[in-house]
């Protein structure tokens, strides 16, 4: 069946520091990607998507790529900042489905 | 996009009573979804809602204990029944995207619930 999973946190970075959160997944076909960062208190938002391989999504510094070949989706900024600390949550919807998929969670925390 | 209200924000119960949780969207959608994310923990769907038919539920999940109601395209409700402290998680109502983003999926802010 269809799955994701993510690399295990706490991820604990210093502000300016460069952020990847590997995500995997198990699908057939080709199904859209997304990360979705809840912060604290707060339900989810869509962070970023891309519903097809080679393609970017980007948002707010933010960047995945559709990684086909190696079923992967990783997240990635830059430069993070305190206001980064979230939980962030890698998921998947396979074409023609109403069910999104959703990785255990990344907890992300940004030290000034 | 789509934007989603739920009230209440939080609240908190004594053990075998039940909250109802109300779900308000912008715009009429076909599907409406309940999540449940217990503490720490990712998020588990509970159902499916299409207005005018029963609730689809998920593994593990039944209508007595999470009886849901979907009277039109833009508002659903989700009850937890007889609440016990296990019970206590942050319930999130979703929904699909509109055109354009049919693939989609966006959230309300959540309930959260404590049962004491």
């Known amino acids: 069946g269809n799955s994701v999973t993510q690399m295990e946190g706490p991820v604990t970075l210093s502000e300016e520091a460069f952020l990847t959160i590997n995500c995997t997944y198990t699908a057939t076909g080709y199904p859209s990607l997304f990360w979705y960062v809840q912060y604290p208190g707060e339900g989810l938002q869509l962070l970023l998507k891309a519903t097809k391989a080679d393609d970017k999504g980007s948002n707010k510094g933010f960047e995945a790529t559709y990684r086909k070949e190696t079923t992967s989706f990783h997240l990635e900024k830059g430069s993070v900042q305190v206001s980064d600390s979230a939980v962030y949550f890698c998921a998947l919807l396979h074409t023609g489905g109403f069910k999104t998929i959703f990785g255990a969670g990344t907890r992300l925390f940004v030290k000034a | 996009s789509a934007v989603i209200s739920q009230k209440p924000s939080r609240d908190i119960c004594q053990r075998g009573t039940s909250l109802t949780i109300q779900c308000q969207v912008d715009s009429q959608v076909t599907m409406m979804f309940w999540y449940r994310q217990q503490p720490g923990q990712s998020l588990t769907l509970i159902a499916t809602?299409?207005?005018?038919?029963?609730?689809?539920?998920e593994s593990g999940f039944v209508i007595d204990k999470f009886p849901i109601s979907r009277p039109n395209l833009t508002f659903s409700t989700l009850t937890v029944s007889n609440m016990s402290p296990e019970d206590s998680s942050i319930y999130l109502c979703s929904v699909e995207g509109t055109s354009g983003s049919s693939d989609t999926q966006y959230f309300g802010p959540g309930t959260r619930l404590t049962v004491l």
């Open positions: 809602a299409n207005q005018g038919s029963e609730a689809t539920y």
